[in-house]
């Protein structure tokens, strides 16, 4: 067998797709190590002041949208390089899939609309991987942000997947600062000055706590009396921790109020039912 003709086509096509190949990998990977610092500094220059986490956060957002697209781009013009190269006419089959295009996106603005809704997110840094969020009725740790879906992933552990069209409203749970936001019943017969100087001493005794004090940036504290429930008297508690520590913190503070109110004899209300035999009580006139 002449292997003639198959070495000279080697020589002539197959040593440029090799060469194409390599180049496209080198594209790659300094596209994936170069596009994360440059966005890191970019970053850090439009958001000076703001805590780390923060920059972080929209530094691996941006940078894994940026890889992602460029990826992209490079297979499809390489994929294009080598088959013009085999000596397959490519511009036939471009005007073609210009046609293609056309009738596709009649078919896909689902998709057209994902894609922009993302790309609004992402310029105006809505939310992030690592934020917590609630978007299209769920609530969840960001996973994955890309032009077209968000990945959230619940307390169950269930990952959902949602097209960023369905994105209508954003709610961040942790945008630069989470607050503590919880209430505590009393019993009606306390002394509420007392209640709240014990709630406000154990805010200030876990801020000056050297565990909980990085988290926290403004100490829990009673804001008013909030409710008159059936059983208690509901006290509204508020504080300021970084992003992500606000549950944290208020599951300590729980534990330390429960702690704090058996030692000085508050009493924490539970429902409860009056049962009367015979003929009912006489109301007062």
Request: net charge positive.
């Given at each position: ?20 190949i ?110 917590v ?11 994955d ?18 097209p ?56 829990p ?65």
């Amino acid at each position: 067998m002449d292997w003639t003709p198959v070495v000279n086509w080697f020589w002539e096509h197959g040593v440029r797709i090799l060469l194409i190949i390599a180049l496209s990998v080198l594209l790659y990977v300094l596209l994936r190590h170069s596009v994360p610092m440059m966005v890191k500094r970019t970053v850090a220059g439009t958001m000076k002041g703001k805590p780390r986490t923060a920059i972080k956060k929209r530094a691996d957002t941006l940078s894994r949208v940026f890889v992602g697209t460029g990826m992209v781009v490079i297979i499809v013009v390489a994929a294009f390089t080598i088959v013009s190269e085999i000596g397959v006419n490519v511009a036939p089959a471009l005007a073609g899939l210009g046609v293609v295009g056309i009738a596709v996106g009649f078919g896909a603005q689902s998709l057209i609309k994902d894609i922009f809704n993302g790309t609004l997110i992402l310029l105006e840094n809505q939310y992030g991987v690592g934020d917590v969020v609630k978007i299209a009725g769920v609530a969840g740790l960001v996973e994955d942000l890309t032009m077209r879906r968000t990945v959230l992933r619940d307390l169950d552990g269930i990952v959902h997947s949602i097209p960023n069209g369905q994105v209508a409203v954003a709610s961040n749970y942790t945008k630069e600062w989470s607050r503590v936001n919880m209430n505590v019943s009393v019993a009606y017969g306390e002394d509420l000055s007392h209640v709240i100087e014990v709630i406000n001493k154990v805010g200030k005794e876990i801020t000056a706590d050297p565990r909980w004090q990085p988290l926290i940036l403004k100490a829990p504290q009673v804001l008013r009396v909030d409710a008159f429930e059936d059983s208690g008297i509901a006290i509204k508690i508020v504080g300021e921790t970084k992003p992500l520590s606000q549950w944290d913190v208020m599951g300590e503070l729980r534990l330390r109020l429960k702690k704090a109110f058996d030692s000085e004899g508050i009493e924490i209300p539970w429902p409860h039912t009056k049962v009367f035999f015979g003929n009912s009580p006489q109301l007062k006139e």
